[in-house]
């Protein structure tokens, strides 16, 4: 293993441990004395994903992990429950046991997750997995997040757009509503 410092190719392993996708070695360069980190991970048949267009490619964890970060950008979600959805992905698609799997299950199963991790998450992963072109594809989505299991108030406000007709301007400049409410606090 190359020292990630020197570049030296001579390493000692100080520490091993097993995870859930492989195993973590502590290692120490011979030459410099720093020591990094290293993950292993068996590596199976390859997984070939069957796009719509019926092209064929490998599989590839990180663009699952990419895919979410983006989802989840700016959302209360760590970078380790991130991983940890795409190890998730990952382990399921292996217990298959089949060569080749269609990107429509891959990008369900990530949804499916996402809506247990993250609801707002989930509506932008769905957006752009389902190439939502309107308004009322996003107002359809999210009736159907919240008819689902009934969310939080703080949550039903993130996730609630100007779709009756009420616009964003009247909430943000204090339209009607705010000018009532201020007229019963004189």
Known sequence: MRCPYCGDDDSRVTDSRDTEDGIRRRRECQRCGLRFSTSERVQTTALLVVKQDGRREEFH???????????????????????RLADAIERELGTLGRAEIPSAVIGQMVMERLRALDRVAYVRFASIYRNFQD????????????????????????????????????????????????GKRT
């Open 61 to 83: 964890r990180d663009k699952v992990r990419i895919g979410v970060l983006s989802a989840c950008t700016k959302r209360p979600v760590t970078a380790e429950d991130v991983d």
């Open 135 to 182: 308004v009322e594809s996003f107002q359809k989505e999210v009736e159907e997040l919240l008819q689902a299991r009934p969310a939080s108030p703080e949550l039903q406000a993130q996730l609630s757009l100007p779709f009756n007709g009420e616009g964003t301007e009247g909430k943000r400049r204090g339209g009607r509503k705010a000018a009532s409410i201020r």
